[in-house]
């Protein structure tokens, strides 16, 4: 019997003077750097494959159903022939004052206070789409249609994720998949988390490390040391949505840490 | 008479007994019963635990490792293998969709037999058939038999489609496909040749740069290993002390590249060899830089009117001076020859040229400053598109009577002005190993399909090499999910009746064939002491490559001349009023990416346009001519014509206009068939003026309006912007 059996086995009424073996809790962060973003889409395509995020039709495009948990935005800046494009990697930005959860009329769209994350609960979602209405980031994708993988496609699914059925909203979770992984690792090791441990299928394959990830209430995480630099910022931050994505200005470097 | 037992213990002891026993009873004595599973998984796999393989990406040619997780014997995702030299644990765009190849739903099962080609009938014939068929027309062919094949193909493969022609007397393979000549590989090797002495793709170090120019390289989007420039661009952004390096990137259109600069100048098309030979003339004569650098530029630059190359190439002369004494006063500059350049007539000279940027600022790129030691392995050397033609020419005298093609697809990758098709018809016998039907293999007699590289044994030595050699290997990591042949093993199976190639390929299986040449490899990086060990490990790790020696001293510079010029272009102005940028899409490359889903729904980065083609031009140009987005446009060159929808960006020069490779497909599966327009179909047949390349980027064409209108299958919204509407 494995240590992980054992500790779940004990978490029985009778062995209520056994050792607590909660998980701790997190405050996952996500840092953006645009100053190394290069709009490549790597990290939309990874994010597909690892989230069972379906491809929409060229039809389904067109009517703006889209579906990517994470999207590279293209922004244009300047004037006349000044103009120059800028990329924003747009997902889910994790608001610790969300405005898609109070809407909710089946608190399918709940937070994680342990662990700072934006849960979507699929299964209790009805489809009132009030949640995509409510988010200013267009984040949340609606699932028009059940999703269509044809053929041997569906060999690529990944088990450790729900396929979403048709009329649910879905939206990125930080590759909540990952994290539990990670946390029972740790759990059965028995020690805490690494800082680097937990990296979600974005930032894994981001050629530039333009994407950082990790736990904000450890100090030493290289996400907390880079927090709280002059180019940060937060979009829509006067929403006062507290996101937990951060960005990072184009145009300057904080030195040494990527 | 039973024992009470409670739940708690029932569950302790289910989880004692472990997953393939269980408590059946509780009557003295105990008994335990075996259950036997109805199928048994192989011994390595653990439901709910994943497994890692590693191997080689072969959506380009570049080589990056890969580990494949598997769950169940499923292969479930790709991530980059972080021990391999090239990719260091990241991987692109196309590399994530490497899955999709695998699990193609039109993947051919089996060899299939066209009667009459064209007619996209095939009827399905047994493994022992198709490659009997093929032993027997090589039999009678004798040395009249040739190969083309694409980049993609692995080494391995490359030598024993060789031995195979060696062995009869045929000339040996040609490897030509679009991408790379989009990417210039063929070109770009030719021109350090000249310069260094050893043809090879350079390969540039920006980790450490202080100042990068990049003078048409898309070198974070599709160029040679966007993903090593990736990381290599990371690390140029946040250096040791804050130190942040400068890049400025001269194109006529904003690329992903252009995005991400400094510094972006819409130059004229063509003219990235007058800029670099202005910006040497400025060092040369202004005295300018670190000590030595004036005097070797003063060697170097060539004889021009600085004033006149400012105006022809759209550049104010100010800056043209300002970057020149940045560039000289850097203590590390790098200047990247980009792809686009292979298709001007003047290429090879503008090459020369920027590569002179490098000898003045010594840094030589990685690649070609040193000679690698010999490993013992064959490596495909890229053709060029006058071997193509002397292939078409050879194809059109009768004196090919088996053609094989193998990773490349030239009908539709080559310009009809090449005259493939037409020469096809003169070839008896026309066999293609493609895994899905593509346009080439409909006009083929037989297909024996390969497998996905993701089911296949292989090698690969790593090109761009960035300092230090390494051959990546390639691993089935699943079971093959078609019943397609590794192409290696139909070869040696073939070989086996042909007195000579059976005595050049001695091999039982490719398998046989890898290990010998593995077991022949120096010392790696990791240990490994017999040969045994030494081709585990080699597949374990994902490939060879040696510790990290002390630098070789690096190769000086051959004497060369710098001439600059303008590039020539096929059209004149009235009739063809705008230059045509051609590119290779970030996502479909050059069209062998479109039968993918995932890189078909994913929108490209500058235009957010998925599943469509498109044209891109000016506001200006779409004020003139009444062009709104989606508006269908007959584009015409003197070469052909395509009708493509428009998208209105300030990103391009007013003069220009630019259409992505990759779309326009007939064939190439579901996903990819009859969706947009092959830009292809706008070039001429025409040679550079040296080096033997084809001149894709050297046409002009016209716009018309045909009247229609399509949606735009775009991830923006363009209300407010250039448009009142989004859609009708």
Same mark, same amino acid.
């Given at each position: 019997?494995?240590?992980?059996?054992?500790?779940?086995?004990?978490?029985?009424?009778?062995?209520?003077?056994?050792?607590?073996?909660?998980?701790p809790?997190?405050?996952?962060?996500?840092?953006?750097?645009?100053?190394?973003?290069?709009?490549?889409?790597?990290c939309?395509v990874?994010?597909?494959?690892?989230?069972?995020?379906?491809?929409?039709?060229?039809?389904?495009v067109?009517?703006?159903?889209?579906?990517?948990?994470?999207?590279?935005?293209?922004?244009w800046?300047? %004037?006349?022939?000044?103009?120059? #494009?800028t990329?924003?990697?747009?997902?889910?930005?994790?608001?610790?004052? #969300?405005?898609?959860?109070?809407?909710?009329?089946? @608190?399918?769209? $709940?937070?994680?206070?342990?662990?700072?994350l934006?849960?979507?609960?699929?299964?209790?979602?009805?489809?009132?789409?009030?949640?995509?209405?409510?988010?200013?980031?267009?984040?949340?994708?609606?699932? /028009?249609?059940?999703?269509?993988?044809?053929?041997?496609?569906?060999?690529?699914?990944?088990?450790?994720?729900?396929?979403?059925?048709?009329?649910?909203?879905?939206?990125?979770?930080?590759?909540?998949?990952?994290?539990?992984?990670?946390?029972?690792?740790?759990?059965?090791?028995?020690?805490?988390?690494?800082?680097g441990?937990?990296?979600?299928?974005?930032?894994?394959?981001?050629?530039?490390s333009?994407?950082?990830?990790?736990?904000?209430?450890d100090?030493?995480?290289?996400?907390?040391?880079?927090?709280?630099?002059?180019?940060e910022?937060?979009?829509?931050?006067?929403?006062?949505?507290?996101?937990?994505?951060?960005?990072?200005k184009?145009?300057?470097?904080?030195?040494?840490?990527? | 008479?039973?024992?009470?037992?409670?739940?708690?213990?029932?569950?302790?002891?289910?989880?004692?007994?472990?997953?393939?026993?269980?408590?059946?009873?509780?009557?003295?004595?105990?008994?335990?019963?075996?259950?036997?599973?109805?199928?048994?998984?192989?011994?390595?796999?653990?439901?709910?635990v994943?497994?890692?393989?590693?191997?080689?990406?072969?959506?380009?040619?570049?080589?990056?490792?890969?580990?494949?997780?598997?769950?169940?014997?499923?292969?479930?995702?790709?991530?980059?293998?972080?021990?391999?030299?090239?990719?260091?644990?990241?991987?692109?765009?196309?590399?994530?969709?490497?899955?999709?190849?695998?699990?193609?739903?039109?993947r051919?099962?089996?060899?299939?037999?066209?009667?009459?080609?064209?007619?996209?009938?095939?009827?399905?014939?047994?493994?022992? %058939?198709?490659?009997?068929?093929?032993?027997?027309?090589?039999?009678?062919?004798?040395?009249?038999?040739?190969?083309?094949?694409?980049?993609?193909m692995?080494?391995?493969?490359?030598?024993?489609?060789?031995?195979?022609?060696?062995?009869?007397?045929?000339?040996?393979?040609?490897i030509?496909?679009?991408?790379?000549?989009?990417g210039?590989y063929?070109?770009?090797?030719?021109?350090?040749?000249?310069?260094?002495?050893? #043809?090879?793709?350079?390969?540039?170090?920006?980790?450490?740069?202080?100042?990068?120019?990049?003078?048409?390289?898309?070198?974070?989007?599709?160029?040679?290993?966007?993903?090593?420039?990736?990381?290599?661009?990371?690390?140029?952004?946040?250096?040791?002390?804050?130190k942040?390096?400068?890049?400025?990137?001269?194109?006529? &259109?904003?690329?992903?590249?252009? $995005?991400?600069?400094?510094?972006?100048?819409?130059?004229?098309?063509?003219?990235?060899?007058?800029?670099?030979?202005?910006?040497?003339?400025?060092?040369?004569?202004?005295?300018?830089?670190?000590?030595?650098?004036?005097?070797?530029?003063?060697?170097?630059?060539?004889?021009?009117?600085?004033?006149?190359?400012?105006?022809?190439?759209?550049?104010?002369?100010?800056?043209?001076?300002?970057?020149?004494? *940045?560039f000289?006063?850097?203590?590390?500059?790098?200047?990247?020859?980009?792809?686009a350049?292979?298709?001007?007539s003047?290429?090879?000279?503008?090459?020369?040229?920027?590569?002179?940027?490098?000898?003045?600022?010594?840094?030589?790129?990685?690649?070609?400053?040193?000679?690698?030691?010999?490993?013992?392995?064959?490596?495909?050397?890229?053709?060029?598109?006058?071997?193509?033609?002397?292939?078409?020419?050879?194809?059109?005298?009768?004196?090919?009577?088996?053609?094989?093609?193998?990773?490349?697809?030239?009908?539709?990758?080559?310009?009809?002005?090449?005259?493939?098709?037409?020469?096809?018809?003169?070839?008896p016998?026309?066999?293609?190993?493609?895994?899905?039907?593509?346009?080439?293999?409909?006009?083929?007699?037989?297909?024996?399909?390969?497998?996905?590289?993701?089911?296949?044994?292989?090698?690969?030595?790593?090109?761009?090499?960035?300092?230090?050699?390494?051959?990546?290997?390639?691993?089935?990591? $699943?079971?093959?999910?078609?019943?397609?042949?590794?192409?290696?093993?139909?070869?040696?199976?073939?070989?086996?009746?042909?007195?000579?190639?059976?005595?050049?390929?001695? /091999?039982?299986?490719?398998?046989?064939?890898?290990?010998?040449?593995?077991?022949?490899?120096?010392?790696?990086?990791?240990?490994?002491?017999?040969?045994?060990?030494?081709?585990?490990?080699?597949?374990?790790?994902?490939?060879?490559?040696?510790?990290?020696?002390?630098?070789?001293?690096?190769?000086?510079?051959?004497?060369?001349?710098?001439? #600059?010029?303008?590039?020539?272009?096929?059209?004149?102005?009235?009739? @063809?009023?705008?230059?045509?940028?051609? @590119?290779?899409?970030?996502?479909?490359?050059?069209g062998?990416?479109?039968?993918?889903?995932?890189?078909?729904?994913?929108?490209?980065?500058?235009?957010?346009?998925? /599943?469509?083609?498109?044209?891109?031009?000016?506001?200006?140009?779409?004020?003139?001519?009444?062009i709104?987005?989606?508006?269908?446009? &007959?584009?015409?060159?003197?070469?052909? %014509?395509?009708?493509?929808?428009?998208?209105?960006?300030?990103?391009?020069?007013?003069?220009?206009?630019?259409?992505?490779?990759?779309?326009?497909?007939?064939?190439l599966?579901?996903?990819?068939?009859?969706?947009?327009?092959?830009?292809?179909?706008?070039?001429?047949?025409?040679?550079?003026?040296?080096?033997?390349?084809?001149?894709?980027?050297?046409?002009?064409?016209?716009?018309? *309006?045909?009247?229609k209108?399509?949606?735009?299958?775009?991830?923006?919204?363009? $209300?407010?912007?250039t448009?009142?509407?989004?859609?009708?």
């Amino acid at each position: 019997m494995s240590e992980l059996e054992t500790r779940l086995l004990d978490r029985g009424p009778s062995a209520a003077a056994a050792p607590k073996t909660e998980l701790p809790s997190h405050k996952w962060t996500m840092l953006i750097d645009l100053d190394k973003c290069t709009g490549c889409n790597a990290c939309v395509v990874a994010c597909h494959v690892e989230n069972n995020v379906p491809i929409r039709s060229e039809r389904e495009v067109i009517r703006g159903h889209g579906q990517h948990w994470i999207r590279i935005e293209r922004y244009w800046e300047g %004037e006349g022939d000044a103009q120059r #494009a800028t990329f924003l990697p747009m997902l889910c930005q994790q608001c610790s004052n #969300a405005p898609c959860e109070p809407v909710c009329p089946v @608190y399918a769209s $709940v937070h994680s206070e342990r662990e700072n994350l934006n849960l979507q609960v699929y299964n209790r979602c009805v489809g009132t789409r009030f949640c995509g209405n409510n988010c200013p980031y267009r984040a949340r994708q609606f699932n /028009w249609f059940a999703p269509q993988f044809e053929g041997p496609i569906t060999e690529m699914l990944n088990p450790d994720v729900t396929v979403r059925s048709g009329g649910v909203m879905e939206k990125c979770t930080f590759c909540v998949q990952r994290i539990r992984r990670v946390e029972e690792d740790a759990l059965v090791e028995g020690r805490p988390l690494r800082d680097g441990e937990m990296v979600p299928a974005c930032a894994q394959t981001c050629p530039t490390s333009a994407i950082v990830f990790g736990d904000r209430s450890d100090p030493q995480s290289q996400v907390a040391q880079r927090l709280g630099g002059q180019r940060e910022f937060q979009v829509l931050e006067h929403l006062g949505t507290a996101p937990n994505v951060y960005y990072l200005k184009a145009g300057g470097s904080d030195g040494g840490a990527g | 008479m039973t024992e009470k037992i409670s739940r708690r213990d029932f569950l302790r002891l289910g989880a004692a007994g472990a997953a393939t026993g269980v408590l059946a009873g509780c009557t003295s004595p105990r008994r335990w019963v075996v259950l036997e599973p109805f199928v048994r998984p192989p011994e390595q796999q653990v439901s709910g635990v994943a497994t890692w393989y590693a191997t080689t990406c072969r959506q380009c040619p570049a080589g990056c490792g890969v580990i494949v997780r598997l769950m169940n014997g499923r292969a479930v995702k790709l991530e980059g293998n972080p021990e391999h030299p090239l990719n260091r644990g990241k991987l692109c765009a196309r590399g994530q969709a490497g899955l999709q190849m695998l699990y193609h739903p039109d993947r051919l099962s089996g060899p299939l037999l066209q009667s009459t080609r064209g007619s996209r009938e095939f009827s399905a014939i047994d493994w022992n %058939e198709g490659i009997n068929r093929l032993f027997q027309a090589l039999e009678k062919a004798g040395p009249a038999v040739a190969v083309f094949g694409g980049a993609t193909m692995s080494d391995h493969l490359f030598d024993l489609f060789s031995r195979l022609l060696a062995a009869v007397d045929a000339p040996a393979p040609v490897i030509y496909d679009l991408y790379t000549e989009l990417g210039g590989y063929r070109m770009l090797a030719q021109a350090m040749g000249q310069v260094y002495g050893r #043809a090879a793709l350079p390969a540039y170090r920006l980790a450490e740069a202080d100042v990068v120019f990049s003078f048409g390289a898309e070198f974070l989007g599709t160029w040679t290993s966007a993903v090593r420039y990736g990381v290599e661009y990371g690390a140029f952004r946040s250096q040791p002390y804050g130190k942040r390096g400068l890049l400025v990137h001269f194109e006529p &259109r904003q690329s992903s590249t252009a $995005v991400t600069a400094d510094d972006y100048v819409a130059i004229a098309p063509g003219s990235e060899g007058l800029v670099a030979g202005a910006l040497l003339r400025i060092i040369a004569d202004g005295n300018l830089g670190l000590p030595g650098r004036a005097e070797s530029a003063r060697g170097l630059a060539p004889s021009l009117d600085v004033d006149q190359a400012a105006r022809e190439s759209g550049i104010p002369l100010e800056a043209l001076q300002r970057w020149a004494r *940045r560039f000289a006063e850097a203590e590390r500059a790098v200047a990247i020859p980009g792809g686009a350049l292979a298709g001007s007539s003047n290429g090879m000279l503008a090459a020369r040229a920027i590569e002179a940027l490098n000898v003045v600022s010594g840094s030589a790129p990685a690649g070609v400053n040193t000679t690698p030691p010999d490993l013992g392995l064959a490596r495909k050397s890229l053709n060029t598109f006058a071997d193509v033609q002397s292939l078409i020419a050879r194809m059109r005298a009768g004196e090919v009577q088996v053609l094989l093609i193998h990773s490349t697809n030239p009908a539709y990758e080559l310009p009809a002005a090449a005259g493939f098709l037409e020469a096809l018809a003169q070839v008896p016998l026309v066999v293609s190993f493609g895994p899905i039907v593509d346009e080439t293999a409909v006009w083929s007699d037989l297909i024996l399909p390969d497998r996905s590289y993701l089911e296949s044994f292989g090698y690969e030595v790593v090109s761009p090499d960035f300092g230090s050699p390494v051959v990546s290997s390639q691993q089935p990591v $699943v079971t093959p999910v078609f019943d397609a042949r590794a192409t290696g093993d139909v070869l040696l199976t073939v070989a086996r009746g042909i007195p000579a190639a059976a005595a050049a390929m001695p /091999w039982g299986d490719e398998v046989d064939y890898l290990n010998q040449m593995v077991a022949g490899l120096p010392e790696a990086a990791y240990p490994a002491s017999t040969p045994e060990e030494k081709r585990a490990r080699f597949q374990q790790h994902g490939g060879w490559w040696p510790a990290p020696a002390a630098a070789a001293p690096a190769l000086r510079p051959q004497p060369f001349t710098v001439t #600059a010029q303008r590039a020539a272009f096929d059209g004149n102005e009235t009739d @063809y009023p705008y230059f045509l940028h051609v @590119y290779p899409s970030v996502l479909l490359s050059d069209g062998r990416g479109a039968s993918l889903p995932l890189l078909q729904g994913v929108p490209d980065p500058m235009t957010t346009i998925a /599943w469509q083609s498109w044209v891109e031009l000016h506001p200006a140009t779409a004020g003139r001519l009444e062009i709104r987005d989606g508006d269908l446009l &007959r584009v015409t060159s003197p070469h052909g %014509e395509i009708v493509a929808a428009a998208y209105v960006t300030p990103g391009i020069r007013p003069d220009t206009v630019a259409i992505p490779a990759g779309q326009g497909h007939q064939d190439l599966g579901r996903y990819a068939r009859d969706r947009g327009s092959n830009v292809v179909q706008l070039l001429g047949a025409a040679l550079t003026d040296e080096g033997g390349g084809l001149r894709w980027n050297g046409v002009r064409v016209a716009l018309a *309006r045909t009247g229609k209108r399509i949606a735009t299958a775009s991830l923006e919204s363009k $209300v407010g912007v250039t448009e009142g509407l989004g859609y009708e």
